[in-house]
Structures are given as C-alpha cells and as structure tokens.
C-alpha cells in the first residue's frame, strides 16, 4: 500500500511502518512524505502514542533481565515457581506491583520456539498469546508478569505452554493458577 | 516580518534561507516545525523516547549550523536535508549504540518544540485491549512488543501475511478509538 502522489498517507501505511513492516522502497517514501507533511506528521503521532502504549507494557512472557529491569525501575516485583498440573492460588497482596509466575519443570533443551496461551480454565477463553515468549533453557522455564490491571480478567487462570522442537510435535504442560487479588 | 508573521505565512524554503541570513527568530521557527518530524523517525529507528529526543536535538544542531555557514546547497529541499542528516545520525547512533555522539547543545531549546510524552493510563489501555478479538490482541503484541514480521506472525498463526496485516490495521483502529475516548472522558 502506498500514498498517492500528493496525498496523505493512509493510516495503515502509518501502522505498517511503525510496525517495521514496509519494503524499503516504500521506507524512503514514506519518510520522504512525513517529512514534508505537517498533517501527516500530526496523524502519525497518533499512531506513535498507541504503539509506544503498547510498548511500555510489562511483557506476558518476561526474561530475567526484563525482570531486574522492573525493579531498577522501583517495580515491586514477587516471584514463585509453578508446577505443571500442580494447582497453586497466586495471591497479590497490597504490596506487590508484578508477579513473575516461574512455571517451571520444562524440557527446553532442544526448544526452538515457546508458545504460551494465557486461558480463563472455567471457560476455556484465550485471554492472550505470545507465540514467541522468552524461555530460560538451563532453568526449563517460562516466566510470566502478573501485573494487577489483569484483575479485570477471570481469576481462574490456566496458562498452556507449548514447547517446539526440531522434529516433534508441541509438548503441552499446563499450569493452573488461580488469582486472588487483595486490597 | 515578524517571528508571528515567519510562523504563520513563510514557507519552509522562506524559513531556511532567513536562517542562512542570521534571522534567530527564523531558527526558533525551523525548530518548531522540524522537531516533531525528527522525533517521530528517531522513534521508529531508535525506538526510545529519550534516544529520538536526543536525536532531534544533534539533527537541528547540524542543520542549523549548515544553514548558518551557507552548506546547504538547496533551501527549497530543506525537508530532504533535514530527512538526510536524520538518517546519517540515526546510523551513526545504533553503530554506536549509545549517546556519545550527542552534541553540545548550546542555547538551542529543542524540548519546547515536542509534545509532552503522553502517558497513557494504564487501567485505559488494559480496558480497551480487553474489548480487542484474542487474535486481535495477540497479533499487535507480535507486532509492537515482540517484533515480528506479518510473515513470521502468519506462520505462528496459520494465516497469511496479508491477513495478519488486515487484522493489525483493524485491531489498531480499535484500540487507538478507545484510548481516544478514554482521554475525552470526565
């Protein structure tokens, strides 16, 4: 998709090239415009308010050094391990800002790739996926930011991890974790 | 001719030349309509508000100090100029992966001439990603938080890139609406 000469550049373009999702050709185009358009200038900040919201969310799927991130930063950060078909209540208490769910006992020796489905086990609705979710392969886990905006969800949590490797199918553990949270 | 009179009629040719001329309110000018524009590629390139805000200040510096010692060749192309020396400090800043090359700022004020950095809410932002399709939510955190293609996303979906780029165009018209209403709200 591309803008016509002499007009201004569709949303979508602007939502193409803020997601690193433009051929280079267009690259050149579209900053060629951005940078002669004060209308276009003014819409694409737009976009850049949503994509930078979207950034600075705490991941689903956290590493360590996301995690000692967070608390350089003054997060409040409790961390607690999880075992798969092990049911364990998580609890916020007032003094916590994220949880970090270390759901643990994973083979990833051989993992290429780590889905995580984040599910309401009541209903078996997907809240969210990371199809890529970070894994420590010498821990054999995955860590999971809990933050408290999720008390809007469902409390009764079910995260499936699905590990791939080469030449097999997905191995499925599931982690049933339901969530209370204190005020 | 007034700094109003600059800011509301000159074109940005006009603007250039006056600062090749000395014109300081002219600079103030030129400032005001590039920095955003700068800003906006520093973030795409550099992804970090305080990287593109660093980028903005050693872009206008080097296009002000052309200007002024009368290096720039073609005042009618200005914004090409200003777009160039964009793309070479921006290079020069991920090769180096830090803010060494950062100039002296001198008395240049390139922070008055950006929009705040607009917090958003996060009880909002959780509300309106709640009100997206699952799929819709997890193809803009592929695209924005893990940054993938639509062609790696299409292969962890099963789908294609082009449906991949449909539903992010739909789900991000969503959630920017909603934000927007949220910060209209009482």
Redesign the interface.
């Known amino acids: 998709m591309s803008a016509p000469a002499g007009e201004h550049l569709p949303l979508e373009l602007l939502i193409d090239y803020f997601a690193d999702d433009v051929e280079p050709a267009q690259l050149d185009a579209i900053e060629g415009h951005l940078f002669a358009c004060t209308s276009c200038t003014a819409e694409a900040e737009r976009v850049v308010q949503v994509v930078a919201s979207l950034r600075a969310l705490p991941p689903v799927g956290i590493t360590r050094a996301q995690i000692a991130a967070l608390q350089a930063r003054g997060v409040r950060v409790r961390e607690a391990d999880f075992a798969a078909e092990v049911r364990k209540v998580a609890e916020f208490t007032p003094g916590d800002d994220v949880l970090i769910h270390h759901l643990s006992g994973l083979d990833l020796a051989h993992a290429e790739r780590v889905h995580v489905t984040v599910k309401v086990e009541s209903s078996g609705a997907t809240l969210v996926e990371d199809h890529f979710a970070p894994f420590d392969r010498e821990r054999g886990a995955v860590s999971i930011a809990c933050q408290r905006h999720f008390d809007r969800f469902p409390p009764d949590v079910l995260f499936e991890v699905r590990v791939y490797g080469p030449g097999r199918e997905p191995a499925l553990s599931r982690y049933l974790v339901p969530h209370v949270f204190g005020r | 001719m007034s700094p109003e009179a600059i800011a509301t009629h000159a074109s940005e040719e006009e603007v250039a030349r006056r600062v090749a001329a000395g014109d300081r309110a002219a600079e103030v000018e030129l400032c005001r309509?590039?920095a955003?524009?700068v800003r906006?590629?520093g973030?795409?390139h550099l992804?970090e508000?305080e990287r593109a805000r660093d980028l903005v200040q050693s872009v206008l510096l080097v296009v002000l100090e052309a200007l002024r010692a009368g290096k720039v060749d073609e005042p009618e192309h200005i914004?090409?100029f200003?777009?160039g020396t964009a793309r070479n400090l921006s290079m020069k800043q991920r090769a180096a992966d830090d803010r060494t090359e950062l100039r002296e700022p001198g008395d240049l004020d390139v922070h008055s001439h950006l929009?705040e950095?607009?917090?958003?809410d996060?009880?909002a932002?959780?509300?309106c990603i709640?009100g997206l399709e699952?799929r819709a939510?997890?193809i803009?955190?592929?695209?924005?938080?893990?940054?993938?293609?639509?062609q790696?996303?299409a292969g962890?979906?099963q789908t294609t890139a082009g449906n991949v780029?449909v539903l992010?165009?739909r789900a991000?018209?969503q959630?920017?609406d909603c934000?927007d209403g949220h910060r209209e709200g009482p």
């Open positions: 309509r590039f955003p524009r906006l590629y973030l795409r992804r508000e914004d090409r200003v777009l929009p950095h607009a917090a958003v996060a009880g932002l959780f509300g709640e699952p939510r997890t803009l955190f592929m695209s924005f938080y893990r940054d993938k293609t639509a790696e996303i962890a979906l780029r992010r165009h991000f018209a959630l920017r934000l």
